[in-house]
């Protein structure tokens, strides 16, 4: 037996135990703060004016730990509360007027997929890493704020969204194992716990631009592409694609994010006969290119990557990109019911008509983790991570009425169907230009006889 006289110490809790909340509903779900971003909350509201632009604030910030309660339904516990499950955000790049079009479509997906009965077990917390990296700052910010959204025990993470942070947290995640679902073009990104609802890859875009550019009849055409992962890869594929439809590639020019030297190079490439301009890269350039057109006074059909849809991301980027084609996300207008109707639930939820590709793409994003997060039964990485290898033909808010989103244990690229489009942002109004689909060119060949060999 123990010393009388010597003191007994007792077990203590590691962690605190769950709080209780009174704000749980019965009939539908609920979330802790009625807006996911600062303008909104303090009335400023946002600066876009026009329904592409972000719809949010040009300098905003994110609620921290918001949380999400599913509906009751009337039921009531034993009186011990159940902990929320974290799903982290992982900020990479500076949002400006998209911050808001990010959080609070997430809100929406998350509450309309508790409403729906997909996850109601507890309630789902987001907790929010802003640790911005490439291409503007260090590459480690990505990696410790992946960390850190670790560290809190969040079974997922959405996010990031530039290509180059994707490839350098990629060891990181595949080693840590808890899965990211970027919005990533990098087609090597692809891998076990790394999963992208995106549009489409690098390489699948610059072949889009050049049959593009092919079905356009342009046969002269200027290259620009930006230094980094991405821009190799743009590159690449646009300029094995344009050799093989007969495309002639006037002057190829490699460009730093703040290029030098812009309106120099597009007057060569004008003086040399050039038709059309491909651009691929990360979209900082656009603003140095509508400068050097307006100086030239020159307006030659162009094209870009899906760095186009940054439209959204300020009012002045949009402008930077008046008269290009893009490759872009949004179908036909009006055609895909889960768009239209996501539209009204974020009028009804937010009080807001904001209608840009990030606010579908937003959405889509968090359904994925919570469709994940219950097909895995286990709130656990690798669980979620097996749970969203299970999704099948799940509805999309982005692209046509066929799209869809689906995954399996080594498909890892989630949107299926028509998912990528061709816009034109000209005199301020986005216009649809149709679904890509290409043909063979022997679809538009004549017809040649089958030559038979005279016998011998």
Request: with cysteine; proline share 6%.
């Amino acid at each position: 037996m123990a010393n009388e006289n010597e003191e007994i110490q007792y077990a203590e809790r590691m962690f605190p135990a769950p709080a209780t909340s009174n704000i749980a509903q019965a009939d539908r779900a609920v979330s802790s703060v009625r807006f996911g971003t600062e303008s909104y909350l303090n009335g400023r509201g946002g600066d876009g004016k026009l329904w592409y632009e972000g719809g949010g604030a040009k300098s905003d910030r994110a609620v921290q730990n918001i949380t999400i309660f599913p509906p009751t339904r009337g039921v009531q516990t034993q009186g011990d509360p159940f902990e929320p499950v974290k799903i982290g955000i992982l900020i990479d790049m500076d949002l400006n007027q998209l911050l808001a079009d990010w959080i609070d479509p997430t809100i929406l997906a998350i509450e309309d997929a508790m409403n729906e009965g997909v996850w109601s077990r507890s309630a789902v917390q987001l907790v929010i890493a802003d640790a911005r990296g490439l291409p503007r700052e260090n590459y480690r910010k990505v990696i410790e704020g992946y960390k850190w959204l670790v560290e809190q025990g969040c079974v997922a993470v959405l996010g990031p969204m530039i290509s180059d942070n994707c490839l350098v947290i990629q060891d990181t995640v595949n080693q840590l194992k808890v899965p990211v679902i970027g919005w990533t073009g990098a087609h090597r990104f692809s891998s076990e716990y790394c999963f992208t609802v995106a549009n489409g890859d690098i390489p699948t875009e610059g072949v889009m631009c050049a049959q593009w550019m092919h079905q356009h009849g342009y046969k002269k055409v200027g290259l620009f592409w930006e230094a980094g992962s991405s821009g190799r890869d743009y590159a690449d594929y646009f300029r094995y694609t344009a050799m093989q439809l007969g495309i002639t590639i006037t002057r190829e020019v490699m460009l730093e994010p703040n290029p030098q030297g812009m309106q120099d190079n597009l007057a060569s490439m004008r003086e040399m006969g050039t038709e059309a301009i491909y651009y691929g890269g990360y979209g900082y350039s656009t603003f140095h290119f509508a400068k050097a057109f307006q100086a030239l006074d020159w307006d030659p059909p162009r094209v870009m990557g899906t760095a186009f849809m940054f439209y959204s991301n300020s009012n002045e980027w949009a402008q930077g990109l008046e008269g290009w084609h893009g490759i872009d996300q949004l179908g036909e207008d009006g055609a895909n019911p889960n768009y239209n109707s996501l539209i009204e639930r974020m009028q009804e939820r937010f009080g807001r008509s904001t209608r840009n590709v990030v606010v579908a793409l937003s959405y889509d994003t968090a359904r994925v983790a919570m469709h994940g997060l219950s097909n895995g039964g286990i709130p656990e990485p690798r669980w979620v991570k097996e749970g969203m290898e299970r999704i099948r033909w799940m509805p999309a808010t982005n692209g046509g009425p066929g799209t869809y989103i689906q995954f399996g244990p080594h498909d890892r690229k989630g949107y299926k169907g028509d998912f990528l489009t061709i816009r034109e942002l000209r005199d301020g109004e986005l216009h649809f230009h149709g679904y890509h689909r290409p043909e063979w060119p022997s679809n538009h060949a004549p017809y040649l006889p089958v030559a038979t060999a005279e016998p011998a």
